[in-house]
């Protein structure tokens, strides 16, 4: 079956303005060092930075943690560092999708021990095992049912990460 669109290319470009607008209110002022989780926040990342009008260097972690399959292996294997250091920078985390929550607080750990002046994180979807868990999430693009989805940037086995919008996979 093909996949089922559950958010369109329109409404994710309106709600990434929003969150762009949002995240340049309330981060504290200065330069930003923005950190992409590839390859899923790729897309999104590229939206979202131009949408934050501010002074900001952009660098990308390399995180493998689910392979190829579509349920969570529990692992999180950095496969690729940050280019530049982060102490005493504001630095904000984006991550395409946040479903228990394993990854992002390894990569949250990561990053604090290395001693940036602020860290908050900004995820395009939440599913509801992460709403449950109660870990903070500083801006959520989107609540996410708990299926599987593709596109903008989110695979499975390597496609669909080109389709423009988000969609279910049945
Ligand atoms: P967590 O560690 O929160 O369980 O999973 C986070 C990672 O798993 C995400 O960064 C993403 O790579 C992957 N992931 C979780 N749910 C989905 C999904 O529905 N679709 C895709 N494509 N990846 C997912």
Redesign the pocket.
């Known amino acids: 079956m093909p996949p089922r669109e559950l958010i369109s290319a329109a409404t994710i470009a309106g709600r990434v303005a929003e969150l762009g607008a949002e995240i340049d209110r309330r981060l504290p002022a200065g330069p930003l060092t923005v950190v992409g989780?590839l390859r899923?926040?790729f897309m999104f990342m590229a939206d979202l930075v131009r949408a934050i009008p501010r002074e900001m260097t952009c660098d990308f972690l390399g995180?493998r943690?689910?392979g190829d399959a579509?349920v969570?292996s529990g692992v999180?294997e950095i496969t690729s560092d940050l280019g530049a250091p982060i102490a005493g920078r504001h630095v904000l985390l984006v991550?395409?999708?946040?479903?228990?929550?394993?990854?992002?607080?390894?990569l949250l750990d990561l990053l604090r021990a290395r001693g940036p002046a602020s860290l908050h994180t900004c995820v395009l979807?939440a599913?509801p095992?992460?709403r449950h868990s109660g870990a903070p999430l500083d801006f959520v693009g989107f609540d996410?049912p708990d299926?599987?989805?593709?596109g903008y940037g989110?695979?499975?086995a390597q496609l669909?990460r080109n389709l423009p919008g988000i969609y279910a996979?049945e």
């Open positions: 989780v899923g926040a995180v943690s689910y579509t969570s999180v991550e395409d999708i946040a479903d228990t929550g394993l990854t992002l607080g390894y979807l599913k095992a992460y996410a299926a599987y989805v593709v989110l695979d499975a669909y996979l």
